[in-house]
């Protein structure tokens, strides 16, 4: 079947870079495309053909009602429009205005993304589960910032395992802070983007702002609070225990995570795994799921994520993997010192003397 869609507007971000949007909807509906004047024929199955061109009209009803599509965005809604046909571009470009972050305006890039934003907003708990590059930390702590700004809470609290720095913490220079600051600086990245240099350093200095490693928040209740607990996977049984039980009053929680990269010693198992099975089925807490789909940094990302995604299922990696994070660490059983009639002793544990 063929069709025609005529585009009068936008042509140039509709192919994008090096035509990069095109090849989205030909590869992900399977139709070939041809630019005819001003018109783009699409050819391929009758209903693959009618989706590209329902996605091709909202574009340009939307182009010619003032909605411009800045670099990267249009190729992030193509991507999820052309995978899930449930959702429209419409639909994702109306969900998905801009908000301000602090300095920072930020909009929503895929389904999940804006699916995340609004269960932060409507739960106390809620669990950002996905790969790398999906804008599990970048949104939680742009929620955090709104959340401290517009005064709904009084301050924030960011966290996460200082995995790498294991039991050395002491031989690095510095203090203990100055030791763990390396393995916090994704979350401090984000707040510089979303605030002030001088603003995050003034609410750093007077503790508005807390980043510290997990241990820190071990007795503590925290009230009026924005918890962000960052690289949960890395965290254990234990440890999200405390910090989950950690949350006060008018308080709430993000939790984020990627369970295809546990730096934990074997034996050891994953905090963010176990509180995924237990907690399971609680109608306040929210669960979000990202996919390679979501990523929003260089295209080759995507493609990664999906590779070691099928390395994985090919030679079962994740069932193994999940087998020895969840195996059970032997304990030690303390020795019975023999019982007071056993021979070659005197009952209390000492060689008989001849």
Known sequence: MKH???????????????????????????????????SLELDGETDRVAR????????????????????????????????????????????GRQRAFGKKVVAPKSVNQHIYLDMIEKHDLVFGIGPAGTGKT????????????????????????AVEAGERLG???????????????????????????????????RNVIEVAPIAFMRGRTLNDSFIILDEAQNSTPEQMKMVLTRQGFNSKMVVTGDITQIDLPVGRGSGLLNAIEVLRGIEEIAFVYFDERDVVRHSLVQRIVRAYDRYNEINGLNRQMTLRWNEPVAEARPVEPPPANQAG??????PKQS
């Open 4 to 38: 025609s869609v005529r585009i009068n507007r936008g042509i140039e971000s509709l192919f994008g870079t090096r035509d990069e949007n095109i090849k989205i909807l030909e590869q992900n509906l399977g139709v070939i495309t041809h630019l005819r004047d001003d």
């Open 138 to 161: 970048y949104l939680a702590v742009a929620m955090a910032v709104q959340a401290l700004v517009s005064k709904k809470i009084t301050r924030i609290i960011l966290t996460r395992p």
């Open 52 to 95: 590209a061109a329902n996605i091709l009209e909202e574009y340009v009803a939307l182009v010619e009602e003032g909605q411009v599509f800045k670099n990267g965005d249009l190729q992030s809604y193509l991507r999820v429009v052309t995978s899930d046909p449930r959702t429209t571009l419409r639909g994702l470009v109306e969900s």
């Open 345 to 350: 002793g005197d009952g209390n544990g000492a």
């Open 171 to 205: 031989f690095l220079p510095g203090t203990l802070q100055e030791k763990v600051d390396p393995y916090l600086r994704p979350l401090y990245d984000a707040l510089y983007e979303m605030l002030e240099a001088e603003k995050v350093e003034k609410f750093l200095e």
